[in-house]
């Protein structure tokens, strides 16, 4: 199973930009990129993915290096709801079983 | 859409007992997937179910098996349980044939004394 490295902890003032590294050096060509976040007692909460090329949506946008060995999720305005341990996961293709295999995630503060 | 739901929510086991874990997958996803998650950890893969069969397990001992619905819902038992099965199960729905997002429901937190 591809692993996925991050830090343990960061911290970010209230609306400002975060951004949350992970190495994925054993990434295979097949893979995609998840990042999911959790809230205390809840269940993980899908943020975005992609396979090469960065990608926005309304919650994020993700950047992917160009030999996809690492990539970076960006919050563009961090708000106290964003505090929650993020997690990069690499996603098998569907053809193996697409499951995923998480680490110990990124513990976001926010400081107001 | 509700989502993805499990039931219980909560659930209280002595040990050596037996445990029956419940999950609807969210509308039009047909894959569902369970995962473990302690205290302070990341979930762990637990299984996957897809068109009623157990597609891809993790490392877990067989007390921990499961079974899908031709409806797509999916059950998780967990035999003879120990401390150690106190954790928080999670459930996760997805389509079967895309590397789209997978949905999680709120988890059931099962504590073994």
């Known amino acids: 199973d591809a692993k996925t490295t991050q830090p343990n902890s960061m911290e970010s003032n209230e609306e400002e930009p975060v951004h949350l590294p992970c190495n994925h050096s054993t990434i295979s060509g097949t893979d995609y990129i998840h990042w999911y976040r959790q809230l205390p007692s809840q269940g993980p909460e899908y943020v975005i993915h992609g396979l090469t090329s960065n990608v926005n949506n309304r919650m994020a946008s993700l950047a992917i290096a160009e030999d996809r060995k690492s990539s970076t999720l960006i919050l563009h305005r961090a708000t106290l709801r964003d505090a929650a341990v993020y997690y990069c996961i690499l996603r098998a293709s569907h053809l193996t079983g697409n499951q995923f295999y998480f680490g110990t995630g990124t513990s976001l503060t926010v400081i107001p | 859409d509700a989502g993805v739901t499990q039931s219980p929510t909560h659930l209280i086991k002595t040990r050596g007992q037996q445990v029956t874990l419940r999950c609807s997958p969210k509308s039009g996803h047909d894959t569902v997937s369970w995962y473990q998650q302690a205290l302070g950890q990341g979930p762990q893969f637990i299984f996957q179910?897809?068109?009623?069969?157990?597609?891809q397990r993790g490392n877990f001992p067989d007390r921990f098996s499961g079974h899908q619905f031709p409806n797509y819902s999916s059950e998780l038992n967990v035999n003879a349980l120990l401390l150690g099965d106190s954790a928080l199960y999670l459930c996760a729905s997805s389509q079967g044939r895309s590397n789209t997002e997978a949905f999680f429901g709120q988890g059931t937190r099962l504590t073994v004394v």
């Open positions: 179910y897809y068109e009623e069969e157990e597609r």
